[in-house]
């Protein structure tokens, strides 16, 4: 099993404060494995997970981004190389399938952050979506993880939970506990497989 928090910033993204160093000493001392996924870039997750492995060849590689599209945020995982940003969420959505990798829409219905999806694109997508983000730690208004979790089970799609840690206090606020995978399908399989509410607490 893994405790993974799967939305986390390293100081690659241009708002956003963890050091690489600070991301891999939480995997060692608290056993929380972070996925970094940077705004527009996937230097920090290449970094972080190069070091990660280091420790544990088990672990695969995760390199993720979070794209912004000209329709809001979208998060790749398991890519190959970055996406670039501004192009429209299906747009996006493909080109992360057309890798092999993963998809997530973070915080889609936040109404504090003007990069949120949002109900009206996010139907237009939903098809070509594999994971919406259902707990994110820095929402900042009751209810809104809750609206993202119901729109999962609506549309029958599995949920992420991560911290959205920007700073080292942040770090490893809340994570999901999956069992251990070696890839995307895998994964996904994890992800499939809860049944129960997957969020913990430090």
Request: net charge negative; aromatic share 6%; glycine share 8%.
């Amino acid at each position: 099993m893994l405790k993974c928090d799967m939305h986390v910033h390293s100081n690659h993204s241009n708002d956003a404060t963890n050091e690489v160093r600070e991301i891999v000493s939480l995997w060692e001392k608290r056993g929380i494995l972070s996925v970094v996924c940077d705004h527009d870039s996937i230097t920090g997750s290449f970094e972080v997970f190069t070091e990660i492995r280091k420790i544990d060849r088990n672990i695969p590689m995760i390199l993720a981004e979070e794209v912004l599209t000209s329709e809001g945020d979208i998060i790749g995982l398991f890519l190959t190389e970055e996406i670039p940003p501004s192009l429209t969420a299906a747009e996006t959505l493909d080109q992360i399938r057309g890798q092999g990798a993963v998809s997530i829409v973070p915080h889609p219905f936040s109404t504090l952050r003007s990069t949120a999806m949002g109900a009206t694109v996010l139907d237009s997508v939903i098809g070509r979506v594999d994971i919406i983000e259902g707990y994110n730690g820095k929402m900042m208004r009751a209810g809104e993880n809750q609206m993202d979790s119901e729109y999962a089970t609506i549309h029958k799609k599995p949920i992420s939970v991560g911290s959205d840690a920007h700073s080292p206090p942040e770090l490893g606020g809340c994570f999901m506990t999956i069992d251990s995978f070696d890839g995307p399908v895998e994964f996904l399989k994890s992800l499939e497989r809860l049944s129960f509410d997957p969020v913990g607490r430090m």
